[in-house]
């Protein structure tokens, strides 16, 4: 593939120099090879020197070497984006000198194997000619190779094994990788406005201060990422595969993420906003100061994640199954789950405000100090559960199913339960300016405290033979701490009405 193009640009007077090689004006190399220019000048020549872009080089001139043999040789050691520019060859005698150039420019890189290579020159974004260079390797492995203080419009990886690569202070327009394998890759403060990954296999990878935007990532697998200080804009993930990495100050902003595991991951202080997560799967992902802003999980299922301290902004859950893992210290705000399941979960500290819930199942689970603001909910099931300090205020649920579980200090305030179903389960169930329309017990122990002027009809709450119902009111004025009325079972109708 054509790689380097060399452009002779002669001057009026070329009487002194033999022409250059047949092969000019456009010679092709291989990038990383080098460059040999002859100069030789006819007549008397009392010295001949080589400048680049105007400037003299010397005899042991770094990267370069000159050679004297009865004319003037150039040779460019190991080319590198940075030795593209303008050659000049000086002949001087005592009455004129004469002088021949040669243009280097860098097209792009077409690479059979390069290792130890380190660039730290800014490449040329644009051609004199208006077209853009860039870079691409091919079918090759990269061994040692760097890039840093650097800027090209591409970088192209195709059919490539690679190992110790590094980018540092790289912006790029567009980052192709296809069919990559790359060991101990590091990205720092690398600046990507789009790209696609393919195929592509990462181990022991780091990124750190990057921009990564317009990337359409498929069949992606990452061993023992590092990633820190990383924004991620309008990125599509398809079939992709992360596990133990650790994450810090990550921020996804409108990803798409569809067939997508993660395995072993931590994650801090972690933002997704209007980003998509469907048809995923994470086991063992501990989060720490996580937020999601208009987020959605469709058909996703967790297993042993930890959720701690973190917010849920216009959050949908749908057909999502979490198991076996925690949610600590978590707020939500205008959170909607749909057919959603939590099992064997353990859930402390929780805030729902403004929440939607349809069809949501808790499954031998654990769920303590838990704030509802705002719900309106259908289909509640909690089943072989424990529920401890929850309250509900503002809020409405259709039918609420408690099947053999424990329910101590359910606080319901200003709401209205319809169909209240209790099977199996004791219930201390506490209800201020609230309505229970209707309900049922069966094998249950149900106390419930009636404070103030409760819209509650407990001839509507039935229970079976073995259950135990028990109702007590509290009188509340002003100030005043109250007073606790006797409690009674519903099979002592006459005195309860008379207390009340």
């Known amino acids: 593939a054509a790689v380097l193009e ?49 400037n003299l080089l010397r005899r042991k001139e770094p990267g370069f070497g000159v050679r004297y043999f009865g004319h003037t040789d150039l040779l460019i050691r190991g080319f590198r984006p940075s030795n593209a520019g303008k050659y000049t060859c ?64 591409y970088i192209e990886m195709r059919n490539i094994v690679a ?110 906003i209007e980003t998509k997560f469907v048809n995923g799967t994470s086991f063992n992902v501990t989060s720490r100061n996580l937020t999601l802003i208009k987020v959605t999980f469709a058909n996703h299922t967790s297993e042993r ?37 939590f099992r064997n979960f353990h859930l402390s500290d929780i805030t729902w405000t403004g929440a939607t819930f349809s069809d949501v199942r808790f499954e031998n689970s654990s769920i303590s100090h838990v704030t509802i603001f705002g719900l309106f909910s259908n289909h509640f099931r909690l089943e072989n559960s424990t529920a401890d300090s929850w309250t509900v205020t503002d809020s409405v649920m259709y039918d609420v199913l408690m099947d053999r579980s424990d329910v101590r200090r359910f606080n319901v305030e200003q709401s209205t339960l319809f169909e209240c179903v209790v099977n199996g389960t004791w219930v201390s169930l506490r209800v201020m300016k609230s309505a ?17 002027d409760s819209n509650f009809d407990f001839t509507k709450f039935a229970g079976d033979s073995d259950s135990e119902i028990l109702y007590r009111r509290i009188m509340v004025s002003g100030n005043d701490e109250g007073v606790t009325l006797p409690s009674c079972s519903l099979d002592d109708l006459p005195a309860l009405q008379c207390i009340v």
Not at 95 to 105: A, F, P, T, V
Not at 132 to 144: A, E, K, M, Q
Not at 307 to 335: A, C, E, P, R
Request: a positive charge; glycine letters at 4%.
């Open 163 to 272: 190992m110790n690569l590094v980018l540092r202070n790289v912006a790029l327009n567009r980052f192709v990788l296809s069919n990559v394998t790359a060991l101990n890759i590091s990205l720092t403060n690398v600046t990507v406005e789009q790209g696609m990954y393919e195929n592509v296999t990462f181990l022991d990878d780091s990124l750190v201060d990057s921009r990564l935007s317009g990337l359409f990532i498929k069949n992606f697998v990452s061993m023992g990422s590092r990633r820190i200080n990383v924004t991620w804009n309008n990125v599509t993930v398809r079939n992709g595969f992360i596990a133990r990495s650790i994450s810090v100050n990550e921020t996804f902003k409108g990803a798409y993420f569809r067939t997508y595991t993660s395995v072993n991951c931590t994650q801090l202080n972690t933002t997704c």
């Open 6 to 54: 060399a452009i002779m640009i002669a001057n009026s007077s070329l009487n002194v120099f033999k022409p250059f090689p047949s092969c000019c004006p456009t010679w092709k190399q291989i990038f990383n090879s080098s460059i040999y220019l002859p100069c030789w000048a006819k007549g008397v020549v009392e010295s001949q020197a080589w400048y680049k872009d105007g």
């Open 90 to 153: 000086v002949a001087y005698s005592h009455c004129k000198n004469e002088s021949m150039s040669i243009r280097i420019r860098f097209k792009g890189m077409y690479v059979k194997s390069v290792s130890n290579l380190s660039c730290l020159a800014s490449v040329s974004h644009q051609r004199a000619s208006g077209k853009h260079s860039g870079l691409r390797f091919s079918d090759t492995t990269l061994r040692n190779v760097s890039f840093t203080d650097f800027s090209s419009p």
């Open 305 to 341: 994640d930890k959720i701690q301290s973190s917010s849920f902004t216009d959050t949908h859950f749908t057909l999502t199954t979490l198991k076996n893992g925690t949610l600590d210290s978590v707020d939500h705000f205008n959170t909607t789950l749909t057919c959603t399941s």
């Open 436 to 452: 229970i329309c209707s309900g049922s017990a069966t094998k249950s122990t149900v106390e419930i405290e009636s404070v103030d």
